[in-house]
């Protein structure tokens, strides 16, 4: 080999250098990326968890408030159970579930995994499911209407008194 070969060879191997120097140059870049992407994801999986824990304990609250206003109520025909009963079933189950998912292994869910996303997203569906129940309850406009309308037609005990 002559000293030619030796410099073209010499040059190609430092192209190759040059090139592998910049691919791991864009790599570490994409690293630091990503680094930063995912711990901005987990702060946020942080909010949402404590933001999740908020509103399941509110909705406990006023799930509590709502069942009792709704057992003062009564039912609607005899034999028939108190529909806060009903409701009171149906908040048990869904709070069941949601001890599940909250005694579940949270190492199971990543931001990845599709269902359920993480252990925060279990949280607020759940929250929101018992919401849902919760305004399902509430009273409709008419049937407070007609039970105004009850309480008009009904005369006072000092409306009887005055009669006689």
Do not use: C, N
């Amino acid at each position: 080999m002559d000293s030619s070969e030796y410099l073209r060879l010499l040059a190609r191997l430092d192209s190759r250098a040059v090139r592998a120097e910049r691919a791991q140059t864009k790599l570490e870049q994409e690293l630091s990326a990503s680094r930063a992407a995912e711990k901005q994801a987990t702060e946020e999986v942080g909010h949402v968890s404590r933001l999740a824990d908020i509103f399941f304990e509110l909705s406990q609250i006023l799930g509590g408030v709502v069942d009792h206003w709704l057992k003062e109520r009564g039912t609607k025909e005899p034999g028939q159970e108190p529909e806060s009963t009903k409701i009171f079933r149906r908040a048990q189950k869904l709070t069941r579930e949601l001890q599940h998912v909250l005694e579940d292994d949270p190492s199971k869910y990543t931001i990845t995994d599709s269902l359920p996303q993480t252990q925060s997203a279990a949280r607020l569906e759940a929250a929101f499911e018992w919401d849902r129940i919760r305004r399902s309850a509430a009273p409709s406009p008419e049937l407070i209407s007609k039970e105004f309308q009850k309480q008009k037609m009904q005369p006072d005990s000092s409306e009887l008194a005055e009669g006689y």
